[in-house]
């Protein structure tokens, strides 16, 4: 494998970093993945030559609990190792953040993220057997990947002894050997998992102070190799884990809401990233632009949701399409309007809101309403006096016929009609 062999590839940001090396979200941009998001993992000028068989190996794995291995990328400046990438986060990461909150995930969820990371671990181990590798440990912590709806994958599986460097100098492990750690590996990585604690000292003790006592006495039972245990390898500890009590076995359901209790601020960090990249152009080896845009998990849930039901059937989740290349547009900035004249006729005034028309005025500047009022007021106040008072109201009475009387007696002379 050459340098020129290797498809170029944009390093986007990183993700994590591990003893094992940094792990980065990068973009390929030649070779017939073109325009794929992935995951990037430098690997060491030292390690290179001698893990080439170790890469041709896993490129031809395909199983549906383990991330693609798409072989071999380079900037130009580093040489990295590419892999399918699903949005989540790696067991390395979950386990740092629990330690650090001192809040372990619910223990029933880790109990599951542990399951289904050793049946992915011991199907990937009989592919890799029958394709005549040797026994390699599998198990490590940033190589288990936990997807954001609760699914646990493996990535970079069969080259982890490769990207150290010096592994060829090694005298290679036995299967026995390699089942003793991986199991000793899933037991420590469980227990820091559901405590939120680094497990030291006293294995079995510690254990037995922070988990419940069915787990606990599982895992000293591993942690004790006891041959009378019955777990003899990473698939008879999955099996173990399954048959705990149902209140301790949780569901993908759980370790999906779990992984947004504890991690949901940096999954959502990372989709705010890799979308800030969605407008960026990139050139292909002809020159052409390529514009990546996000696709939008809803647009995806109603073709995927079928495929739920199906056992071990993950759902590809593409997070970057290629548009066809567009042409180069010149944006014309249009030109600032002149300043008008205030006496130009087309400037027309805004008309003015016509002034709200006033009561008519009644006696004393009183309005006719109020007039209205008063003259009712007075009449309610003559019959309370009249109600109260009948006396007075005959003498008003005899009074008003006295003065009609005298009116009608009092005729002044008229002038004599002009003849």
């Not at 787990?215 to 173990?240: N, Q, R, T, Y």
């Not at 016929?401 to 009608?408: G, L």
Request: hydrophobic residues 45%.
């Amino acid at each position: 494998m050459t340098r020129h062999n290797h498809p170029e590839c944009q390093v986007l940001f990183e993700l994590f970093g591990s003893p094992r090396g940094k792990v980065s979200l990068g973009r390929l941009n030649t070779g017939k993945e073109a325009g794929r998001v992935v995951m990037l993992r430098e690997i060491p000028e030292r390690a290179l030559q001698q893990a080439t068989p170790a890469f041709d190996l896993a490129r031809d794995l395909t199983h549906p609990s383990v991330l693609k291995l798409l072989g071999v990328v380079t900037d130009r400046t580093h040489r990295y190792v590419a892999s399918e990438y699903v949005p989540g986060i790696s067991l390395f990461e979950l386990v740092a953040r629990a330690r650090a909150r001192q809040q372990g995930m619910e223990v029933s969820a880790a109990v599951r993220v542990m399951i289904d990371a050793l049946r992915a671990i011991a199907s990937a181990r009989s592919l890799l057997v029958e394709a005549g590798a040797e026994p390699v440990r599998l198990l490590n912590s940033d190589c288990i990947w936990l997807v954001d709806y609760g699914e646990t994958l493996l990535s970079e599986v069969g080259v982890s002894a490769s990207m150290l460097g010096g592994a060829s100098q090694q005298t290679p492990d036995t299967a026995s050997e390699v089942e003793a750690r991986e199991m000793m590996a899933a037991a420590v990585e469980l227990y820091q998992l559901a405590s939120g604690r680094l497990m030291t000292g006293d294995l079995s003790r510690t254990a037995k102070l922070h988990l419940p006592a069915p787990l606990a006495k599982l895992l000293e039972a591993v942690f004790s190799l006891d041959p009378s245990s019955g777990i003899a390898g990473v698939g008879a500890l999955s099996d173990a884990l399954s048959a705990l009590p149902p209140v301790l076995v949780g569901s993908e359901q759980l370790v999906a809401s779990e992984l947004q209790r504890l991690s949901g601020d940096l999954l959502d960090e990372r989709r705010r990233k890799l979308a800030a990249f969605h407008s960026v152009a990139g050139s292909d080896t002809e020159g052409a632009t390529r514009v990546f845009v996000g696709v939008r998990p809803e647009d995806e849930e109603a073709a995927e949701e079928p495929t739920l039901a199906v056992p071990g059937f993950r759902r590809r989740v593409p997070f970057m399409l290629a548009v066809p290349p567009i042409a180069t547009v010149t944006a014309v900035t249009p030109a600032e309007p002149k300043p008008q004249s205030p006496r130009s006729p087309s400037v027309q005034p805004l008309p003015l809101p016509a002034p709200r028309p006033r009561a008519r005025a009644g006696l004393l500047g009183l309005s006719v309403r109020e007039c209205w009022l008063i003259a009712l007021w007075f009449v309610l106040l003559l019959g309370v006096g009249t109600w109260h008072r009948p006396d007075w109201l005959s003498s008003a009475v005899a009074r008003l016929r006295v003065w009609k009387a005298t009116s009608a007696s009092y005729r002044p002379a008229s002038a004599a009609p002009a003849k």
